[in-house]
């Protein structure tokens, strides 16, 4: 029985899918106008295992992630320029040209990371007719409004359940947060669901409230209504969301909507970097570029996942570098079974059953990933000390460790073996010893019948060893 | 200078782009409701290479490439399914869902073909605002009526260039081409820019003409004047694209913009399968999966790239394995100029440098690659024949070798160990043999010599074979 720990209630509670056998998830993606980080490697990391693990127990899922590829403003808030718009400038190309370029970095990034693809990613600027209408509801029920600027607010005043995922009230808002205070809000709570195009912007479309663009917020909600319908079974993204971000999907889902938005919330933590908070202006910001650079991806993926993802998560290179080193014994212990099975893995009974039961228990509390790897290492000290007549064995253990391949997204097997480049020298190296016993023992119609076999199928690998 | 044959004027003209140092490109992307196949890898491939040699050329291009995810409908015209929603019950999944899986499947398989990705890769439901606009223009301008079923067409009769790309004029349309006689169409040249959404109908939007989706050709037009401007410098896509696509592209834009469309219009040529046409119905189809099961992705570009764009080419296993065959002769020459320059090229000088030219002034003369190709076959000659010394002048065709890379996309790097699989099947039934004929003679020691040595390696293929 899953259990999963729901920000709205702040407790782990069973998961039940509005549809049986059936999920809807959405995690809010990257805004796409800077290189993939570290903060994407983890976030995206967290969700892939929660998506793979939900196919794991048979649930069929899709999967929607957005591309912010507008309306995200460099104050973060409601005002500054679009961080997209922003960086067009500085590369001197076309905002769609940035908008795309970082959303194949991206994805290029979370590929090396075992990270599967959603199964719809959706673009902001795919949806602006269901933005502009979805606005236009809010303003008809009431909770928007529109200024004289042509700016839409949503009046947050008037939307009494405003708080109930972040526990923020009004007051606690204005003290504890800084808010932007446009000339035009009615209240400095409120936010923009839709934003004047000044003249020089570049993106923008008409709009019943003159050319303009989405503010930040909005494009989930419409995302979401439109891909998993008015209330679904999971939303994650990172903690940091929760306010203002998640708390303004609610307030806006519910207006348009009337009814419940989400049923799970789910937040992962942040990391940090030897300790303080990741950032471009504190010189400790790395990218994925950087990090691949030095370290295998799966050994970064490892090392993430030895985290809860609901656990801050503080990363250093000697931290990745041990994670990674283990996971070399994990690859061993792998590489072990397969020699000794052939490659043929079974059914898990006894002692392998049990570790594959643990996993999944740990899995089932609200995905466990450090438990579960906990019990990987178990694994790989029973491989260690596996005999070799203990084939049977072996094959049940291969079996747990290709279900843990599948679940945490984890690749034991080497690179090495996928190009068959080392078999091959394997077999030339097998048919040259054979060729020089067998002109020892004087066959040498075998001998040459080897010679002109390897001279008819091309190969000319090696031919004097031959 | 750079010549490009222009399909408007069916002759090879000097290349002047509109803004000096700038190029704007569009080309037909794919329809995403099936596995990219040899036609895409083929289409993309030659204007890769387009691409690449405009950028070597100096220009800055910003290269637009649509995916069709809305309005193809199984016709190929103004009738049947869409082929997206026709996929999506099939797979039982939301037509979203299948846009997005055969996006990705399709860019996974051009990047293996080392096709660099577009500035801007654009979604035709992303620009629903924009298609709605344009009909509109086209509808005030007096050349598109909507009717009582709520659909919109563009009267083709009152274009008076109608027939400028293809030639054709609207009588030899009528008798020469299939035309859909939609019920409410005033003429059956008639296509549609908007088409009403059927109850059941699931990609669709609000317009003024009530729920409907776009006609699949204003996607383009709608695109090209967004990312490129009204008038742009060159639309490319396959000559089977010619009529009626890009002829209906040029008589919207024009028709809305009041000017011309586009500058140089590009078509690559068809392919044939062992000497017919390749479709699904005909039972050779092949997609880039099978082909890159069976060969390197590196050999079939190469293979491509043997052709013209301009010439239809036709597909045989034996011509890719010829083809292959001799790129890994080119890589080798690769290979030998690394060792003995230990990696340091030289800018060319001599013979190299007036090889450099000669592939210069081909891909000069409307991208001639097979022209090209056959320098480059002329420098691994020479690089053959070159002596241990002579490594300055092995410097000077790296160098070129290198530029070549770039131009025409190979990798003359080896990955050759990972294209092995055939050679270790083929060692394998080697040693099988040998096996069996070392039973028949009885010789149980060298038999069981190879069974232990084949264990010890770990391989297990075809262990009963053996």
Same mark, same amino acid.
């Given at each position: ?79 500054? *320029? ?14 769609? *040209? ?8 991206? !994805?290029?990034?979370? $590929? ?46 008037? !939307? ?15 003290? $504890? +947060? ?7 809000? *009615? ?55 929760? !306010? ?18 989400? &049923? ?25 570029? +950087?990090?691949?650079?030095?370290? #295998? ?16 998560? #503080? ?74 007549? +203990? ?13 843990? *391949? ?7 097997? $080497? ?7 080392? &078999? ?31 001279? +008819? ?10």
């Amino acid at each position: 029985m899953l259990k999963i720990y729901n920000s709205f209630t702040k407790q782990k509670e069973v998961f039940r899918p509005i549809v049986e056998g059936k999920v809807g998830m959405y995690v809010c993606g990257p805004t796409v106008y800077g290189p993939p980080h570290l903060g994407h490697a983890r976030t995206y990391t967290n969700f892939d295992v929660i998506y793979r693990y939900l196919m794991y127990k048979g649930y069929k899922v899709k999967y929607v992630q957005n591309i912010t590829d507008v309306g995200h403003l460099v104050g973060d808030g409601d005002d500054g *320029e679009d961080k997209i718009q922003k960086q067009a400038k500085k590369e001197d190309i076309d905002p769609y *040209e940035i908008a795309y370029k970082y959303e194949t970095l991206y !994805f290029d990034a979370m $590929g090396k990371l075992n990270i599967l693809k959603p199964s719809i990613s959706a673009r902001a600027t795919g949806v602006i007719p269901e933005i502009i209408e979805m606005v236009q509801t809010i303003i008809d029920k009431g909770y928007g409004y529109v200024t004289k600027a042509g700016n839409v607010y949503f009046s947050v005043r008037k !939307f009494k359940n405003y708080g109930q995922l972040s526990r923020r009230t009004l007051d606690n808002n204005l003290s $504890g +947060e800084r808010i932007t205070v446009a000339d035009d809000k *009615e209240a400095p709570e409120d936010f923009a669901l839709w934003k004047r195009a000044e003249k020089n912007h570049l993106m923008k479309w008409n709009s019943p409230w003159g050319e303009g663009y989405p503010g930040w917020h909005i494009e989930c909600s419409t995302l979401t209504k439109k891909f998993l319908g008015k209330t679904f079974d999971i939303h994650g993204g990172g903690i940091d969301n929760i !306010f203002p971000h998640h708390e303004c999907e609610c307030a806006q889902s519910e207006v348009a909507n009337g009814q419940k938005f989400v &049923n799970y919330f789910v937040h992962n933590n942040l990391l940090t970097v030897n300790g303080t908070k990741m950032g471009k202006s504190l010189g400790n910001f790395i990218t994925c570029e +950087e990090l691949f650079n030095e370290f #295998d991806p799966m050994g970064v993926r490892y090392f993430i996942l030895q985290f809860s993802y609901r656990s801050p998560m #503080d990363f250093t290179k000697k931290a990745i570098a041990d994670a990674s080193a283990q996971f070399e014994k994990i690859k061993d212990a792998y590489k072990k079974l397969e020699n000794m099975t052939h490659g043929a893995s079974d059914k898990p009974t006894g002692e392998a059953e049990d570790i594959l039961k643990r996993i999944t228990e740990a899995m089932d509390d609200d995905f466990n990933t450090p438990l579960a790897i906990a019990e990987l290492l178990r694994l790989v000290k029973i491989v260690g000390s596996l005999g070799e007549g +203990e084939v049977e064995k072996a094959k049940g253990l291969l079996g747990v460790m290709q279900k843990v *391949e599948f679940i945490l997204g984890l690749k034991f097997e $080497g690179e090495e073996k996928r190009s068959s480049g080392e &078999n091959e020298e394997k077999l030339m190296d097998i048919i040259a010893e054979v060729r020089s016993k067998l002109r020892q023992e004087k066959n040498y119609a075998l001998s040459d019948f080897i010679r002109d076999k390897l001279q +008819e199928s091309g190969i000319t690998v090696k031919d004097k060893k031959v």
